[in-house]
């Protein structure tokens, strides 16, 4: 297939709860419509496949994650334009965000800019040696404008996001593994390797449990702490009166594998 019909973004068909979807549109995945629209067939697919727990986002372009914004397309729209390409961005990341399942970010290379946004939009990062990771956006005279306000706050607190950001510098892994901007640190070239191992272990758990915790941990960013401790009594009622709780524990004291949803 020649380089010009190879589409910005590919998907695997789902091998035991797992999806792997690949950015590779050379020659540095940069965050333009295609990989927009690319993201969003490929969750299409996942919502439309009721077995897909988790889903892994890789790259296929050595040296890089994603490099960011589409700086040629950003740079031929008025004010309008602009806005509606953001929308359209934030709108493909809000879905990786959500809890409906779990996703992995596998960063090798360069995760700048939106490449980043769309690494903090997953549940889960994990990242070679390799990996660097900014939001240069100020250099352009712009800011983050696809979460990284504030999904980076969130991972790392405010004064190490304002730093990554007002300085645009590059954050080697071995940093970004210290302040919790990567949750896993892998050898370099490794990430996509280690992502799915992690997939296939998070697959033997039960997936509406995986989804309350994600709930609730989420939860505790927005709400005070006792309404944070009512709903997670609610979560963890739920989970009881759907049945998946109960054959948790059954399946312990049996001795047996769970048979979760």
């Known amino acids: 297939m020649s380089e010009t019909a190879t589409p ?57 994650f994603a490099a960011g914004a589409d700086i040629k397309h950003m740079s031929a729209v008025d004010a309008e334009s602009f806005t509606a390409y953001g929308d359209r961005l934030r709108g493909a990341l809000n879905r990786l965000a959500s809890a409906d399942r779990i996703t992995i970010a596998a960063v090798d290379g360069l995760a700048l800019g ?18 660097k990771f ?6 352009l005279g712009l800011i983050p404008g696809a979460g990284g306000t504030q999904r980076l706050p969130r991972l790392v607190g405010r004064g190490r996001a304002l730093d990554i950001m007002l300085t645009a510098r590059q954050v080697p892994a071995n940093e970004a593994h210290a302040i919790g901007l990567i949750d896993r640190l892998v050898g370099a070239g490794g990430a996509a390797d280690a992502a799915l191992a992690l ?30 401790f009512r709903f997670e009594v609610a979560q963890e009622q739920d989970l009881f009166e759907s049945g998946e709780a109960k054959e948790g524990i059954t399946a312990f004291l049996e001795k047996r594998t769970p048979r979760f949803v």
């Open 8 to 64: 910005a973004v590919a998907w695997s068909d789902v091998d035991a709860g797992v999806m792997t979807i690949t950015l590779q549109r050379r020659p540095a995945n940069a965050l333009g419509l295609p990989i927009i629209d690319g993201l969003n067939a490929a969750l299409d697919a996942a919502d439309a496949d009721g077995s897909v727990k988790v889903i892994v986002v890789r790259s296929d372009i050595p040296g890089f």
């Open 114 to 131: 939106g490449g980043l946004e769309l690494a903090m939009a997953c549940t889960l990062r994990v990242g070679g040696a390799d990996a």
């Open 134 to 139: 900014g939001l240069p956006e100020v250099k």
């Open 199 to 228: 997939a296939a272990e998070l697959c033997t758990m039960s997936l509406p449990a995986q989804r309350a915790v994600i709930r609730t941990v989420d939860a505790a960013f927005d709400t005070p702490l006792d309404e944070g």
